[in-house]
């Protein structure tokens, strides 16, 4: 048994059954669309150095390893072996986000041999057992099943196919794909994204790292899109799931690079605009890199971005919409420490770029709308050409009118009223064009709503405000929205249509939402043209290639067809069920959803319609719940569940029933199966 590595080997050992290599990273492997070279620096500041390290144990006769090349000496051998448990680790001198890199390979190799010493001493079972604890606790936290026949295979590509075989749609013939492909979705933001226990150092630190475009996942040198964080819908996409869905713990790590940004983005602020506060681009990665991108020989319409940082603090904004507190921090001392700090910065910088236009309003110039393009005109010859560079994007004033509200609700909570940064924004806040209908009905997407150079481009940033941003709909507002959506057509990548399906969800569209996932359960081994999404046999979500997003956004999209709660009524949380419920889901139970304030919900359905739902808090809350037309004022206490069905006249009834954990209470136990993806207890 040997190890080997694409990486550069810079020392192969093997010492009393275990062999490991040292490694040096490159210091830069370019994407496919700049040349996809990969470049290694004797600068060891540069680069990051790594080990990994295998070791075993059998129950044969170790043996001296056979001589070979050079290039593969090193290994471990047995004879005899019928039984042989493999431990595998590997270490890097990365020391946290945004902090220069701590030891060298060496160092690494020592930790990963450390590593597997510590596994030794534990049986394979018990480390079984410790990885399904950690992973049940956060996994049951939140599920959702469908009454559908089980699936009678294993393989998920014969599935795939098979249900796409089916003239209604792969959902027609297999709704229980969806429940898998949710509770998968949810898995694998679990294992790419897991927070670092507290205070721990260098050698758990890449365990706080966020998940990229492919998660953790990659087999490439170098990487699709070097499996950065793409920070002008991708990233933000891949944590849309989890306060909805009980995993608020695994949105930490994000939490952690929004801080690092916070540093970084300051100088590149100060450096490149004169600003204050902080920015950050297009891309960025484990370091926090939050310059422009493609060294200036790119076309502006993805190079030329600087607002994602005030994208990015809506993540801690609706982190305390959802009632969150974090391991170390209670809510009062998150806003104060993490929310209050980043969003005042993404305002100061905001603030620094805006500039007034002659009829007194406030703008942004030049202006990006990511990554989309308009028809221009050649000044020089009167030639229709292809412009992305305007004034004031919907996407840059959407984003900066929230980040002020964000800003000033903040304040008033933490008593910061007389803050100078807030009151410059609360004075800016009415200045800001507001979104309003353009050419054919469709929201705009500049202020001077050009012609569109590609009506069915993949991004629909300017309908941002719809989701996920909460801006309230008027019939005029909602029809844009609508009217843009049908210009942009269904057709598109996989985060794409999983963008498409939460904002054809937040318009109460159910019927479109399952066209969108007709074409989202698309069976992917078969090929497609240009970038049509869909799913690959092992159901990773195809951009193409393999992109984490689309898994992760549709975790986000079905929970939205099954619970919103962004609107609010005289001041109080509306608790919308089954706001968006498709047709090809007639029938099933969800359970441990979140909703804001901070209420976890549970859900049943038959015949596509609500049959019971039971609301649970830790705090006094007072909400509104609302299925159909019908409305409930409901008073939520620690200790108690509200308990609502449906009368035949299709009211909302309401008891109060003492609260367990939802796990157990008022629950039907079923059988876990593969095809339902799901636990053994559903409440029904």
Not at 29 to 47: F, I
Not at 596 to 607: A, F, I, S, T
Request: proline share 7%; with cysteine.
């Amino acid at each position: 048994m040997r190890l080997d590595s694409p990486l550069r080997v810079l020392r192969r050992t093997a010492d009393r059954g275990t062999c490991s290599l040292e490694l040096k990273l490159p210091s830069d492997a370019a994407p496919a669309h700049d040349g996809g070279l990969v470049e290694y620096s004797e600068d060891e500041s540069l680069s990051l150095q790594g080990a990994a390290a295998v070791s075993w144990a059998h129950d044969g006769q170790d043996v001296d390893a056979p001589g070979g090349t050079a290039g593969h000496d090193g290994g471990l051998a047995a004879t005899g072996v019928r039984r042989a448990d493999v431990f595998v680790t590997t270490a890097t001198t990365f020391a946290g986000l945004g902090r220069h890199p701590a030891g060298d390979a060496a160092s690494a190799a020592a930790e990963a041999r450390g590593v597997l010493e510590l596994a030794h001493a534990s049986s394979p079972s018990t480390l079984k057992e410790r990885h399904q604890e950690s992973h049940s606790r956060l996994y049951r936290a939140a599920r959702i099943e469908l009454d559908v026949p089980a699936w009678e295979g294993t393989d998920t590509g014969r599935r795939l196919l098979a249900a796409n075989a089916h003239p209604g749609g792969p959902l027609a013939a297999d709704p229980g794909l969806a429940a898998l492909l949710f509770n998968y979705g949810r898995y694998l933001l679990i294992s790419s994204s897991r927070p670092g226990p507290a205070g721990s150092g260098k050698g758990s630190a890449w365990r706080g790292v966020p998940a990229n475009l492919q998660g953790l996942w990659n087999a490439e040198l170098p990487a699709p899109w070097s499996s950065n964080y793409t920070t002008n819908i991708n990233l933000q996409m891949n944590y849309w799931g989890a306060e909805p869905t009980g995993l608020a713990e695994c949105v930490e790590p994000l939490f952690a690079l929004i801080e690092a940004m916070q540093v970084t983005g300051a100088a590149v602020a100060r450096e490149y605009y004169g600003a204050r506060g902080w920015t950050v681009h297009h891309n960025s990665d484990i370091w926090a890199y939050a310059k422009p991108v493609g060294h200036g020989a790119h076309s502006p319409e993805w190079s030329y971005w600087p607002m994602a940082g005030l994208w990015l603090v809506r993540h801690l904004w609706e982190h305390l919409q959802f009632g969150a507190a974090t391991v170390d921090r209670d809510k009062a001392g998150f806003a104060r420490d993490a929310a209050w700090p980043a969003i005042r910065g993404a305002a100061e910088f905001a603030l620094d770029l805006l500039a007034e236009l002659p009829d007194g309003s406030l703008g942004t110039g030049p202006s990006t709308s990511p990554e989309n393009t308009f028809a221009a005109v050649d000044p020089s010859s009167g030639r229709r050409i292809q412009g992305s560079v305007a004034q004031s994007s919907t996407m840059d004033l959407t984003l900066t009118s929230d980040v002020f509200r964000m800003l000033d609700a903040l304040g008033r909570d933490l008593g910061m009223d007389a803050d100078p940064v807030l009151d410059e924004a609360r004075r800016a806040l009415p200045r800001l064009p507001a979104p309003e209908p353009g050419r054919d009905g469709k929201l705009r997407e500049w202020l001077a709503d050009p012609e569109e150079w590609e009506p069915g481009h993949r991004h629909v940033s300017h309908l941002y405000l719809a989701y996920p941003g909460d801006t309230p709909l008027s019939a005029e507002l909602e029809a844009a929205v609508r009217a843009s959506l049908d210009g942009r057509g269904d057709e598109a990548t996989g985060w794409s249509l999983a963008w498409k399906i939460l904002l054809r969800s937040r318009l109460r569209q159910p019927e479109k939402v399952s066209d969108l996932l007709r074409l989202f359960f698309r069976d992917m081994s078969t090929p497609r043209g240009g970038q049509s999404g869909g799913l690959y046999p092992n159901l990773f979500g195809a951009h193409p290639p393999f992109q984490i997003d689309g898994n992760l956004g549709f975790v986000a999209g079905l929970a939205e067809c099954l619970l919103q709660s962004h609107r609010l009524v005289d001041g109080l949380h509306e608790i919308e069920l089954l706001p968006a419920l498709p047709a090809e889901l007639p029938a099933g139970r969800a359970a441990g959803l979140r909703a804001r304030p901070g209420v976890e919900v549970d859900l049943g359905w038959q015949d596509g319609r609500l049959v019971r739902a039971r609301l649970a808090t830790g705090e006094h809350r007072r909400v509104l719940v609302r299925h159909g037309t019908a409305v409930q004022d409901v008073r939520l206490r620690p200790g108690t569940a509200a308990v609502l069905t449906v009368s035949p006249a299709g009211t909302l009834l309401l008891e109060e029933s003492r609260a367990t954990d939802s796990t157990t209470t008022d629950s039907t136990t079923t059988e876990s199966t593969a095809h339902r993806g799901a636990p053994t207890t559903m409440i029904g």
